[in-house]
C-alpha cells in the first residue's frame, strides 16, 4: 500500500491534540489486527510529517504463504512425468489383457474344430465339407491324419486346450498386478511355436500330395496356430525374443523331425507292414445291394472308375457294404496284396502304378479319391446323371 502522510500538532500548542490534525487518506479506522508502520518522521512547518504503511495482518499472512505455495517448475514437470508413467503402464496393461483375451478366444475355436474332427476320425464318419466333394473326407482320414497311430486331431485338441487355459490364466494375473514375462508365457511361446511349426508342414504335404484337393478345416487350423503364433511373439522385446530363438528351434527341429518319422513309417507297404504276416483270405459281403447301388456300379463300370483296397482293410470293406453284395461284384476293384502279406512281399504292380497314399482309394475319370465314399458322393462325381437315377425306380 502507498504511504499516506498526515499532520500531528506539537505538544507546545495549546490546542487539544487532534483539533486541528489533517485528517486521513486512509481509512481512519484499522481493523483491530492491523497496526500502522512507523518508518520516519520529518517535520514541516510546525508539523509532523510521519509515513505510514498500512498493512494488514490478512495481507502479511498471504505474503509470507505465497512462496510456499507457489508451485516449483521442477515439480510439476516430475508429477506430470510420473503421470505419464502411470497412463503409458495402465495402457501397456491393458494392452497385454487385450491380447489374452484374442489367445483365449482364438485357442477355445481352435479347440471345438479339433474336437469335431478327433469325433468323426474316432468314429470313422465322414466330415461336413462346406464347398462340397469329397476332399475333406479324403485328406482327413488319410494316412496323414494320424502321428503314430494317434489322431492329429486330438494333438490339436490338446494344444488348442492348453493355449485357451494359458490365455485365461495369464490374463487373470495382469489385472492383479504386473507380473512380467512369466514362465506361463515362455510355455506359450513354446506351445505356438510348434503349431505354427506343425501347420506349415500340413500345408507343404497338402500343397504336394493333394494337389487340387482343398480341405476348410486344415486351413482354418492353421489359420489360428499362426494368429496364435504372431500374438504371442508379439508381446516380447527383440532382446527377449534372441533369447528364446534357440528355444523356439529346438521346438521346431522336433516336430519336423517326429511328423517325417512318423508318416515315413506310415506309408502303404512299409517296411513295418511287410514284416507281418497274412495270408490272404475273402471277407463275404451280406448286405443286400439297392436298385440304385446296382446301376450305380454299372455305370462305374461303364466309364472304367477302379476301386483299389487290401484285403485286411476295414475301410475296404465297408466300402464293398455300402454297395451290397450284388453291385460289389460289378466293381471293377483291384486287389493291391493278391498273394497275401509275407516278408519282401510288395504290392501288385497295378497299385504301385496308380501312387495310392492309402485304402480305399478310387480313380474315377483320372481323379484320385481317397478313402471311403458315400454311394451318392460317388453318382455326383462320376456323372451318374438324373435320367439314370430314375430308371432305377
Known amino acids: 500500500m502507498a504511504a499516506t502522510a498526515f499532520s500531528i500538532t ?53 505474503a509470507e504463504s505465497e512462496p510456499e505455495t507457489a508451485p516449483s517448475p521442477s515439480s510439476d514437470s516430475a508429477s506430470s512425468s510420473s503421470s505419464s508413467s502411470s497412463v503409458a ?20 475355436i481352435g479347440l471345438l474344430e479339433t474336437a469335431y474332427l478327433t469325433y468323426l476320425k474316432l468314429t470313422n464318419s465322414d466330415a461336413f465339407c462346406p ?6 473326407t479324403t485328406i482327413l482320414t488319410s494316412d496323414y491324419s494320424s502321428v503314430f497311430g494317434v489322431p492329429l486331431p486330438l494333438f490339436g485338441m490338446l494344444a488348442y486346450g492348453l493355449v485357451a487355459n494359458l490365455g485365461l490364466q495369464l490374463g487373470r494375473e495382469k ?14 511361446v513354446g506351445i505356438t511355436t510348434s503349431m505354427a511349426v506343425a501347420s506349415a508342414y500340413f500345408l507343404y504335404i497338402l ?42 528351434l529346438s521346438v521346431a527341429s522336433l516336430v519336423v523331425i517326429a511328423l517325417t518319422a ?32 446296382i446301376a450305380l456300379a454299372k455305370h462305374l463300370h461303364s466309364i472304367g472308375a477302379k476301386l483299389y483296397g487290401a484285403f485286411w482293410c476295414s475301410h475296404c470293406l465297408d466300402q464293398k457294404e455300402f454297395f451290397g453284395r450284388e453291385a460289389a461284384k460289378m466293381l471293377d476293384y483291384v486287389e493291391c496284396f493278391p498273394d497275401g502279406v509275407n516278408k519282401g512281399t510288395k504290392m501288385a504292380q497295378a497299385c504301385v502304378d496308380a501312387k495310392l497314399e492309402g485304402f480305399p482309394t478310387w480313380i474315377i475319370d483320372g481323379q484320385v479319391l481317397s478313402g471311403e465314399k458315400q454311394l451318392s458322393e460317388l453318382a455326383t462325381i462320376s456323372g451318374f446323371g438324373l435320367e439314370d437315377k430314375a430308371e432305377t425306380k
Open 10 to 62: 506539537p505538544p507546545s500548542s495549546s490546542s487539544s491534540l487532534f483539533s486541528n490534525r489533517t485528517p486521513f487518506l486512509c481509512p481512519t479506522s484499522f481493523p483491530a489486527t492491523s497496526l500502522p508502520q512507523f518508518k520516519r518522521r520529518v517535520p514541516v512547518l510546525g508539523h509532523v510529517l510521519v509515513q505510514v504503511n498500512c498493512v494488514s495482518e490478512r495481507s502479511k499472512q498471504a
Open 89 to 108: 503402464a495402465a495402457d501397456g496393461d491393458d494392452a497385454d489383457v487385450s491380447a489374452y483375451k484374442w489367445i483365449a478366444a482364438l485357442g477355445g
Open 131 to 136: 464347398t462340397g466333394g469329397g476332399s475333406c
Open 175 to 188: 489385472r492383479k498386478f504386473d507380473t512380467g514375462k512369466s514362465n506361463d508365457e515362455t510355455v506359450l
Open 207 to 248: 500343397s504336394t500330395e493333394f494337389a487340387g484337393e482343398s480341405c476348410l478345416y486344415c486351413l482354418a487350423s492353421a489359420t489360428l496356430s499362426f494368429s496364435l503364433f504372431f500374438i504371442t511373439i508379439k508381446r516380447f522385446g527383440l532382446q527377449e525374443l534372441q533369447k528364446l530363438l534357440g528355444v523356439q
Open 262 to 293: 512318423s508318416y515315413n513309417t506310415a506309408q502303404p507297404g512299409s517296411s513295418s507292414m511287410l514284416e507281418t504276416e497274412i495270408p490272404y483270405f475273402e471277407t463275404e459281403i451280406t448286405k443286400e445291394s439297392s436298385p440304385f447301388a
